[in-house]
């Protein structure tokens, strides 16, 4: 398959319901937050803008380059739509690519949407938009404030994303702290490099053919200073909380067990099944798979029915 | 002394079921110009894809005496220059030299065989001073003139282009026609201007749902009539 | 030469097909939080689970082949688990030993991994059985019935109308790169060049995209005007939901709500 999208995006049912809900709950807001600055700017051809180029993000994250022993180099697309459109469209833009690759390509779970939307559309593009203007500040509006910028941006965004991720697989009792995040964290230090140079060859193709498109990405970054700080706290406090929590697995698991975030341990369910169920086996695991099975075969027969009378209605 | 092209009776479906060649033999000797014409959808692109080895089919394809199998690529796309209808595709970097570059710089070559490769290229396609300018500033003509220095530059033995003409001006049309007949190299060309096939190629080849309908010399196939209707075609 | 082999929707005439998107939207989603609400390690439950999106595959007449192959494609991240195995505390069940690495297998750390991965592909299978029975347009308009606001509805209909005519773009791009990686006769030359001139290569490549893409929507901007476009996103009011919907929405709601209740009662 032409399409392989980075190892970021979490599958349904790694993410306890705690998690996914304070997740989705932050990526409501963020999201709500955008469309409101966006809709605030009244530039009508952006509707279209936003449309199109998540579509670009999308097909560009089909290109890829060969590292080595057969593996390759992806781009995420984060600090590329942040430079050129501003932290609250990209915020949007990304939403919308990772919303159709779970939507319709199974790329990363429903549940666990909040979640990949917000490691990838909102810290992403906050940790994009923080580097990036640092960076331009110190540049003072020199070229290779932009390049030096978006390789920065977009390294960073993969990697403290990465760090996202670890830590919440952790928190929902998944892997262990210790092995999830600097696991995480080494592997897209890596893939970091690799969206850093695409973003750089991206900037300087831009740069040499529109150079008004970066010009008027420029003017888009006003996001002012909440933003600016909302992507440094976002750094920072995973660039300690990861560290601290790998280096003290136990705690995180004391945390997430008393708040709750993982979910109940299974209950004394094998215990009763067999007694009430199949009172004439005794071997529990037997009994088990028993219910099962005519468990399934209850449903299957109802669907099968109701397809096969279907099937006969239509051909009738 | 081998065939510049070679196809034997070459069969592919895409992944979605739709059969698109359906034994297709082609030979094309070498330094000889042909003209590919034929409807749209009739197989012109997906045959000069397989030249290339980008897609693989089931049959023999050999290119100048190498035959088209997964070890052979590199050789084979280093043999066989082509050139894509839309030159946006094929001009990815920044500048012209770069974008020219690109093959050279692939194979490894030393920079200063590089450069000269590039200056050779630009200058066949006469185009030596736009080096140094961004691609997507030119016109469409110019453009296409870059597209075919970017596999000029790999000296490649046969020379195979995707609806050239397209979307041309008759003056960059008049320039690049010029051009096809100045270059020294073996050519397949895939087209839909039938002006061009009669002023350019000796030989034509029509294709159409998949199959070689008809192959000779261009002279006596305009004279049919019957047959360009029959296959969605005009004479000139 | 068209990607839209890429859009998983398969036209099937069947009961899951002609569903109101909006049900089936809201069925899945419940059907996918049922499963991560359900305890690790009950394992009827996950059995009653599979077999229900068993009978939602029957239904759609996808073929039980097609859903579970692509629910296949989603497994590599289960990895990301597999360290549970090892550090979850509980009882033995086996170790073995790589060098100077000792690694303890425990059964709760087992049966954690297993629910994990059976959570995910039993979550996926839904999710596989929604976008391959739905068309896209539909899906959007349950987004609006659950509250999505139009401005984003806007912009993923925007994306999906130009989303194959870029993945076209994108594929026209890497054939053009692959007909030029040629390799020259010469002996002792390194092929491909640098790693850092190949991610630039490919940076290079998405430049061009975005930047085509940016055009096309300038274009898309000004065909939209002409039609009397002013900013505004206007949208057809949502058609009502039938008394049927209803009552596939009402059931496949109770039928979820009994597997829970099975799952945390028994």
Known sequence: MLYAPLPMHIPDGFLSVAVSVVLWVLTVIAVAISLRRVSADLDERRVPMMGVLAAAIFAGQMLNFTVAGGTSGHLMGAALATILLGPWAAILVMTTVVGVQALVFQDGGLLALGGNIFNMGVIGVLVSYTVYRAVQKVAGGQKWGLYVGGFSAAWLSIFIAALAVGLQLALSGISPANIAIPAMAGIHALIGVGEGLITVGALVFIYASRRDLIEAGEKQQTGGAIVWFAGLAIAIALAIASPLASSNPDGLEWVAEEKGFLDAAQGPLYEIIPDYVFPGVSNEAVATIIAGIIGVVIVFGVAAGVAYSRKKRLTA | ?236 | MHIHFLDPYHHRISLVHSLDARVKFVLTIAFILTTALTPHAAWPVYILLFATILAATLLSELGIGFVLGRAALAFPFVLAALPVIFTLPGPALTSFSIGDWTLTVSQSGLERFISVALKSWISVQAAIVLASSTPFPDLMMAMRAVGVPRLLVAIFGLMWRYLFVLADEALRLLRARAARSGQADQPGLKNGGSVTWRARIAGGMAGNLFLRGFERSDRIYMAMVARGYDGEVRVAPLPPLHAGSWLALGSGLAVLAILLGLAYWL
């Open chain 2, 1 to 236: 002394m081998h065939h510049s092209i070679e196809v034997d009776d070459l069969y592919f479906a895409y992944p979605d079921g739709r059969k698109a060649l359906q034994g297709v033999s082609l030979h094309i000797e070498p330094c000889e110009k042909v003209a590919l014409v034929g409807p749209n959808g009739a197989g012109k692109s997906t045959l000069i894809l397989h030249l290339n080895g980008i897609l693989i089919g089931k049959g023999l394809i050999c290119v100048a005496g190498l035959p088209v199998i997964k070890s052979n690529l590199g050789k084979v796309r280093a043999r066989v220059g082509l050139v894509f209808q839309n030159p946006d595709d094929q001009l990815f970097s920044p500048t012209v030299y770069e974008d020219v570059a690109y093959g050279p710089l692939y194979q490894g070559l030393p920079p200063d065989e590089v450069q000269n490769r590039v200056s050779e290229a630009l200058e066949t396609v006469r185009m030596a001073d736009y080096s140094r300018r961004v691609s997507h500033h030119l016109s469409v003509g110019e453009k296409k003139r870059i597209a075919i220095a970017t596999v000029l530059s790999m000296k490649p033995e046969v020379l195979v282009l995707d609806e050239p003409t397209a979307g041309m001006d008759p003056r960059a049309r008049r320039s690049l026609i010029n051009l096809l007949r100045d270059l020294p190299i073996t050519m397949l060309v895939s087209t839909h201007d039938m002006l061009m096939v009669r002023e350019l190629f000796e030989r034509m080849v029509i294709m159409d749902d998949g199959r070689i309908v008809a192959d000779g010399q261009t002279e006596v196939i305009m004279k049919d009539e019957a047959l360009l209707n029959a296959h969605g075609l005009e004479k000139p």
